[in-house]
């Protein structure tokens, strides 16, 4: 559960945030990661990191979007966070030790779910820059990713925990879907037009 604070530098991409009922929106998502996954460096691998656990229906957007992701059996990304297997404030530092000791310098995108205000409920945002997971709920948690998404499951400021178990399995089910097609899709449409430029560098 992380903290609804984005913010951005006039060199950064400006952050996205668009309600899940939004015409489009799948698009809007894809164009959006595409700018972001241009500042990828060839060879660098891409990691999504799904943070939640599926003991909480608000908190459990992240395990969804892993185990949607990991239903497409993707070759272009690796990926930590799922039902079966969830990354959460237990194991989270253990598991960005695995990664960094995995990879060199890899890229990384995480997902998690947030409050916000009640008119931000339903909304999705991309964000350049990491997430800060727990701190929606005073926990002390290490950064997460290169750029990150969230899903605004439900409304902060006031008894997170009780918020947390009292989110609409609906709504959470609906965000993870749009966000793991979306993520999804703009990663494999990266690696279309990337792998040429690559070759072409050469």
Wanted: with cysteine; proline share 7%.
């Amino acid at each position: 559960m992380s903290q609804l604070n984005p913010s951005f530098s006039g060199q950064e991409i400006p952050y996205l945030k668009i309600p899940h009922t939004e015409p489009g929106i799948h698009s809007a998502i894809i164009h959006r990661l595409l700018l972001h996954l241009a500042q990828v460096e060839p060879g660098q691998e891409i990691v999504v990191v799904c943070i939640g656990t599926d003991r909480s229906t608000g908190d459990c957007l992240g395990p969804l979007v892993g185990t949607a992701l990991a239903k497409y059996k993707c070759p272009y990304f690796h990926l930590y966070g799922t039902l079966e297997d969830p990354v959460h404030a237990m194991n989270l530092k253990d598991t960005l030790h695995q990664i960094n000791t995995t990879f060199i310098d890899p890229y990384i995108i995480g997902i998690d779910a947030c409050l916000g205000q009640t008119t931000s409920v339903g909304s999705i945002q991309v964000v350049q820059g990491p997430l800060r997971p727990g701190a929606g709920v005073n926990k002390e948690l290490p950064p997460v990713g290169d750029i990150h998404l969230t899903g605004i499951v439900n409304v902060g400021g006031f008894m997170e925990y009780f918020v947390l178990q009292n989110t609409r399995l609906s709504l959470v089910m609906r965000l993870s879907e749009i966000i793991a097609s979306s993520l999804y899709s703009a990663i494999k449409e990266w690696n279309k037009g990337f792998i040429p430029l690559a070759r072409q560098e050469q």
